[in-house]
């Protein structure tokens, strides 16, 4: 029996299989840094586009006809926000099992070659529907934000695991920042560069096609890049299936070693099987998680729309090109602050309770963009680009620390599992978020008369409450911690 046990705690690798080529260097030590920056550009390429419709959204409907007044445009915006989400909540379950079979870096290359297409089809969109059915495919194939999640865990080793998901929760926050910024700046070219952009040239008659092109250019150099992304699945030869371990051992995208892992089934306790759905401190973080996504994308969509609306009804009568300032200056100041800032704080006091602190000040933050509105010039300009910085940095992080706390309360076979859970849960309330902003900011212009919260008071009145929500769901009893075991395992 020693003799058992210690040949199962010898390292063992087989030859190739991609898995184990990547656990030898992982024990050869060090931080895989381009592993890290192949993550960076294929997540900024993912996130990309998003949101970047928002700035121009209110345009596009508008050109498209297809609503009677000015103020039921923001309803129709909703469903184009929403297809996104709602594609990719249909498809993620199914694209994290063929990840599993498969591979992660063919579906990371399905995705990305898949959104050089679809965003440009959506570029060139020239009716409502056409707009909601190529959003709505961009969001089904794109499968590969739960498999490159994944795969920041599966490059790094067990010290080095923090940064790779810091690097991934950067990545996506920027990219989420920047793609509004490229729409924004990008949109409408005959109208804000008439010198370069003639209004009969290809881009003339697309207004909304050049920030299209530009973030499929980019994802075509995403797809480039993932050719050169060593494989993390473990892909042993039928011969191997019987020896040490079974199949679906071999399998698990977390497992360090086929060895390590089968010497601590017989030497400490096998793995838990309690089913997911019964896991409070999964279910409990998930669910936090998802409002707060709810809201983030709600934000995200009602922003833009209040931004570029009329004085008349309560906006403030920006450019597309304004509001792609706007975010950029909100791009910048998050990298830096989750680059230098927020690993410090969340060091000394935790991530939930810094989680906790920033959904708290995004109440008063949020419940004083009614009253920037009615400022002007410079003034206007200062507030709003910190308001934006703001809300914006404080998202990204209570997300980060959230989505730290479902890692670590699962055990580690249990993970891709709980991803997959975790991003359809996700995308199903992110596809509520765009629908339900649009809507409510409709109905919200449509009462500027009412003698409680009137017009846009509503709209950020309703965000404050599902701030709120998420903020009570961070606190006892509902937020239940996981335990110290799972913590390290």
Not at 137 to 162: D, T, W
Request: with cysteine; aromatic share 14%; glycine share 8%.
């Amino acid at each position: 029996m020693a003799e058992y046990k210690e040949a199962l705690l010898k390292q063992v690798y087989y030859e190739n299989c991609p898995g184990c080529k990547m656990d030898q260097r992982k024990e050869a030590g060090g931080v895989p840094y381009k592993e890290l920056v192949f993550i960076f550009i294929v997540l900024l390429c993912a996130a990309l586009p998003i949101s970047s419709l928002f700035p121009f959204l209110y345009f596009m409907i508008r050109d498209f006809h297809v609503a009677e007044r000015e103020e039921d445009i923001g309803y129709y915006a909703g469903y184009v926000g929403s297809a996104f989400m709602f594609g990719r909540a249909l498809t993620s379950v199914f694209w994290g099992v063929v990840a599993d079979r498969y591979g992660r870096t063919r579906i990371i290359m399905i995705g990305t070659i898949t959104m050089v297409i679809f965003n440009i089809l959506f570029g060139l969109s020239t009716c409502f529907w056409m707009a909601v059915v190529t959003r709505f495919l961009l969001g089904s194939m794109n499968g590969f934000l739960g498999p490159i999640r994944a795969y920041a865990s599966e490059v790094c080793r067990k010290e080095h695991q923090a940064l790779g998901l810091s690097t991934a929760s950067t990545s996506w926050g920027i990219g989420l920042i920047i793609g509004p910024a490229l729409g924004g700046f990008l949109a409408q070219p005959a109208e804000k560069y008439p010198n370069i952009f003639s209004k009969e040239s290809l881009f003339g008659r697309f207004p909304y096609l050049l920030p299209c092109l530009a973030i499929s250019a980019f994802a075509m150099v995403a797809t480039i890049v993932s050719f050169w992304l060593p494989e993390t699945l473990h892909k042993h030869n039928e011969e191997y299936r019987d020896r040490n371990c079974s199949f679906d051992d071999m399998e698990s995208p977390f497992n360090v070693s086929d060895a390590k892992e089968k010497s601590k089934e017989i030497t400490q306790e096998p793995p838990s099987k309690e089913s997911l759905l019964k896991n409070w401190p999964l279910m409990s973080s998930l669910i936090a998680y998802c409002v707060f996504s709810l809201h983030d994308m709600a934000y995200t969509e009602i922003f833009s729309l209040w931004a570029v609306s009329p004085r008349k009804f309560g906006g403030l009568s920006y450019s597309t090109t304004d509001v792609g300032e706007v975010l950029a200056v909100s791009g910048f100041g998050l990298l830096l602050f989750q680059l230098f800032l927020y690993p410090w704080v969340s060091n000394i006091l935790g991530p939930i309770t810094v989680s906790r602190i920033l959904a708290a000040l995004s109440i008063p933050l949020l419940s004083s963009y009614p009253f920037i509105a009615m400022l002007s010039g410079i003034s206007l300009a200062l507030l709003i680009n910190c308001a934006s910085l703001l809300k914006n940095a404080f998202s990204v992080s209570i997300q980060t620390g959230l989505f730290i706390l479902q890692n670590n309360a699962v055990s580690q076979h249990q993970r891709g599992a709980a991803n997959g859970i975790s991003m359809t849960a996700m995308s199903l309330f992110k596809a509520i978020g765009p629908a339900a902003g649009g809507a409510t900011f409709s109905w919200a212009q449509n009462r500027r008369e009412a003698s409680f919260l009137p017009g846009d008071y509503m709209v950020f009145f309703i965000l404050i409450m599902i701030e709120g929500i998420g903020l009570l769901m961070t606190f006892k009893p509902f937020l239940a911690q996981p335990n110290v075991r799972l913590q390290r395992g």
